[in-house]
């Protein structure tokens, strides 16, 4: 015993060493999958061709999601901060940029021909309106004589009335030749007298008409005829009545240009040439801008592509290093490395809190079953110095170890659930030896036995079917049940050397603050009646769970849907957000992954034709690379989504009609996940769980039925659990089921659900061997450990039930449907499936390869309960 104490204090002194290390491991978890592969997979081969690749290795766009009120303000403040940013309002910049030099560029050219043309009218015209002008004035000038040599003679004879000397002269003369001679005449002979030789003017006036406007052209063209012809007083004649420019306009106006005719009337006699020129100007611009419009933003597809609805908007910024650190009233990048650093950041934050409500969860799930203080305080404790012992050792190991994060995750709950329901099995039955009267060293003998038969049966299934995903072929999952297996050895530790040997030094003062060892068997009255029930119709019972596990798994194949996309497991974090608005709402813009075909000789057309259409195709490009031709697929789909996984097929068929080619990228790694995961655990890994958990229960409980019966059981609790998860998940809540929960959940369930079977098969072989017929080594066996096994179920419902305050659905449905399985096995398949299948079964339990290794008692004898 002192031996055992010293191994377990040595024990205790590495944990507590351990221990102050675990906080490190979380700054050394793997959270991305790539990390964590092997060399010589197909997407591997070809990252190494393109890595030299110019596209692979030089600046990138990272799209950026905009939302809310003022979209343009904050694009354009975006822009502000990162020069080389893209987005609908730079393109419609750059497009009105354009659209404004190309109509400057043709209005200043046929502006610059218009002044040309402008130029040359109002110069020649100038001459000619000048020449006209001073027609017009000697016409003018004409006139005015005609008018006063008409008043002068005849209006002065009309009138009879002279207004100065020489009208007074006149009328003499007139009055004196109008006697003999008739008045026109006497007009013209006066007038010669008086005035000169101007009757020749008066040739063609009249006495009746010489107030007509006839009688006036007549002297004035008589006036002019000594200096002009005929058609140069005519012409001065018309261009007097209708204006020198007008005249000068009319005679120009069919023949000029029409784009000129506007603007004539400001040309003409040297007219204002830069007014013209204005004006035509303004409405070349005018009939460009009506009848080719300036660009918008709806007339721009690529720029309204990068908007929706006034809701959101999308930025491009082009940069060579990390994600760009944007403003968060700005927007927010859709970046992978931001989105996992934002999971990371939930991570540790969940992990800190599910521990510390695991463990104070668990404690008051102990003060219900043992009834005592110290009891749940010793065992939590214990179990919590092992979760911080083995993070602490996973941290020391990390180098030569890389852990994937999901390790250390689920790391607590298996931690606290198996640690917790050993520990709490091993006190429950030293309380039982003991408060039958057996001493210290019995009872503790007793429980070591025990544990060395049941627990470490468990155990071994444990390490079995979680370490079972160290056989995986990729780095990542291969850590995964390195950890489980770590995990497990650390349990086995505690409960073999470090549990007992605190047992073994506290004794009874363990149950603080009783004072007294006693069983604690209220709470089996229920486990009784179901028993007893099953005992009495075990056919029933067996073929309604029968059903109801071909129900359950009916509904599974026709309802489960399943996502291999793990941001749908992610929180719903500003990152995650902005890579679904990106996703949904500008699908032919975001190229938000790259799949990679590298071939040795040139793409031919076909293929090139073949890639274009494929489903979130953005673009393509063709580069060559160390001897390899590489065409780069750009998609909009995210490098997660489960729509890689059909494009990878896609692609695979094309494989076969264009000859051979290595696929590589987001889709290719998708299929590498998927198949070495998803598809090989069910056609392999399930298959070596099931065959090594047969094997070794078989081996430790001396059964071939036994085994199988257990192993049917836990399928039934999978089924059932699994089936509400669906329902409530999927069809109630619209989330799918993430690809790791069928995965997780049977490899655990086969884990831990074993337990209570062992520990009930264990106890019921003790009574046979005591001496009970079957019914009552059943009934008393499940009766007996019903508060205990019930309480330890309990335990492992609350340790998974915690994870439902995790923000990742993943794990939120892990613990979801691994609680409800604990339940269900607690409160159904244990009381009522488990001893109608083993009555059923009869003898047959016990069939081994040496034969019936129990024998029936000589007698039958009972026991009370």
């Given amino acids: 015993m002192r031996r055992l104490v010293a191994a377990a204090a040595v024990a205790l002194a590495l944990y507590i060493y351990l221990a102050f290390m675990s906080a490190q491991v979380f700054n050394v978890l793997v959270y991305d999958e790539s990390q964590l592969m092997p060399r010589d997979i197909e997407p591997k081969l070809v990252e190494s061709i393109v890595k030299n690749m110019s596209s692979h290795g030089g600046a990138k766009l990272v799209p950026v999601v905009i939302s809310g009120p003022g979209l343009e303000d904050k694009a354009r403040s975006l822009a502000a901060l990162f020069p080389n940013t893209t987005s609908a309002w730079s393109i419609l910049d750059e497009a009105l940029r354009l659209y404004n030099e190309r109509v400057a560029e043709v209005v200043n050219n046929a502006t610059s021909r218009f002044r040309e043309g402008a130029l040359e009218i109002s110069n020649a015209t100038a001459k000619i309106c000048g020449d006209l002008t001073r027609l017009v004035e000697g016409y003018r000038e004409a006139r005015e004589k005609a008018r006063l040599l008409i008043l002068g003679t005849y209006g002065a004879a009309a009138l009879g009335k002279a207004v100065d000397n020489k009208t007074q002269q006149f009328l003499e003369h007139f009055r004196r030749y109008v006697e003999k001679y008739d008045v026109d005449a006497a007009i013209r002979l006066a007038a010669d007298e008086v005035y000169g030789n101007v009757s020749r003017y008066l040739a063609n006036v009249t006495w009746r008409k010489w107030a007509s406007q006839a009688a006036l052209d007549s002297v004035t063209e008589a006036l002019l005829s000594t200096r002009l012809n005929r058609s140069a007083v005519e012409l001065a004649r018309v261009v007097d009545a209708v204006g020198v420019r007008q005249y000068v306009y009319l005679q120009l106006l069919n023949t000029t240009p029409p784009v000129v005719r506007p603007y004539l009337p400001y040309l003409v006699c040297g007219g204002d040439v830069d007014r013209a020129v204005e004006m035509f100007r303004e409405d070349l611009i005018r009939n460009i801008t009506k009848t080719l419009p300036p660009p918008t933003i709806s007339s721009l597809p690529p720029a309204a592509a990068l908007i929706y609805r006034d809701r959101y908007a999308l930025a491009l910024i082009k940069t060579s290093g990390d994600s760009p650190e944007v403003p968060p009233q700005l927007g927010v990048p859709v970046s992978t490395s931001l989105l996992l650093k934002s999971f990371t950041s939930v991570v540790t934050e969940d992990v800190s809190k599910i521990d510390r409500s695991t463990a104070a969860a668990l404690f008051t799930v102990l003060l219900m079953v043992m009834g005592t203080f110290l009891t749940p305080v010793i065992i939590v404790a214990t179990v919590g110095l092992t979760y911080l012992a083995t993070l602490g050792f996973i941290y020391q190991i990390h180098e030569i170890q890389k852990t994937y994060y999901l390790t250390v995750y689920m790391a607590a709950p298996v931690i606290f659930a198996i640690g917790v329901d050993y520990m709490l099995l091993m006190a429950s039955r030293y309380a039982e030896e003991r408060a039958e009267g057996k001493d210290k060293s019995e009872a503790l003998a007793v429980v070591r036995r025990y544990a060395n038969r049941a627990i470490a049966a468990s155990a071994a299934v444990v390490a079995t079917s979680l370490g079972s995903f160290a056989i995986s072929r990729l780095p990542f999952m291969q850590s995964i049940g390195i950890g489980y297996l770590i995990t497990t050895a650390f349990v086995v530790l505690t409960v073999f050397l470090v549990f007992p040997a605190i047992l073994a030094a506290l004794g009874d003062f363990i149950f603080w603050p009783k004072k007294t060892v006693a069983l604690h068997k209220g709470r089996s009255r229920l486990m009784e009646m179901a028993v007893t029930t099953a005992l009495r119709r075990p056919l029933l019972v067996a073929a309604i769970s029968a059903l109801a596990t071909l129900a359950s798994f009916a509904y599974l194949v026709t309802t489960l849907k399943v996502t291999t996309n793990p941001v749908v497991a992610m929180p719903e974090t500003q990152y995650k957000q902005a890579l679904e608005i990106a996703v949904r709402y500008f699908p032919n813009v975001t190229a938000l992954s790259t799949t990679y075909l590298a071939m040795k000789s040139p793409p031919p057309p076909g293929l090139l034709d073949a890639v274009a259409h494929l489903p979130h195709f953005v673009n393509y490009t063709v580069e060559q690379s160390g001897g390899w031709y590489v065409v780069s697929i750009k998609l909009s789909v995210e490098d997660t989504s489960d ?223």
């Avoid at 996984?645 to 051979?660: A, F, T």
């Avoid at 998860?725 to 490899?747: K, N, R």
């Avoid at 005591?770 to 309480?791: K, N, S, W």
């Fill in 643 to 865: 729509e890689l996984l059909k494009i990878y097929h896609e692609l695979d068929k094309l494989r076969q009609v264009y000859g051979p080619f290595l696929i590589g990228g987001a889709a290719a790694w998708k299929n590498v996940i998927f198949s070495e995961i998803y598809v090989k655990f069910w056609n392999l890994q399930i298959y070596v769980i099931i065959g090594a958990v047969f094997v070794i229960l078989s081996l430790l409980l001396r059964s071939f039925l036994i085994p199988l019966r257990l192993i049917a059981t836990v399928l039934m609790s999978i089924s059932w659990s699994l089936a509400a998860e669906v329902f409530l998940f999927q069809e109630v809540l619209g989330e799918p089921t993430y690809w790791l929960v069928p995965v997780v959940l049977f490899s655990f369930l086969m884990a831990v659900g074993t337990d209570y079977d062992i520990f009930i098969i264990t106890r019921i072989r003790e009574e046979l061997e005591g001496g009970l017929d079957e019914r009552e080594a059943v009934r008393r066996a499940i009766v007996t450990t019903g508060p205990v096994i019930t309480g330890a179920a309990m335990i492992l419902a609350v340790a998974f039930s915690t994870l439902a305050l995790s923000q990742i659905l993943v794990l939120r449905e892990v613990g979801f449907t691994i609680a409800l399985a604990a339940l269900i096995d607690a409160f159904l398949i244990r009381p009522l499936v488990v001893p109608a299948l083993i009555v059923l079964a009869g003898k047959y339990n016990w069939w081994w390869i040496t034969g019936y290794n129990i024998k029936p008692p000589a007698q039958t004898k009972t026991a009370p309960l």
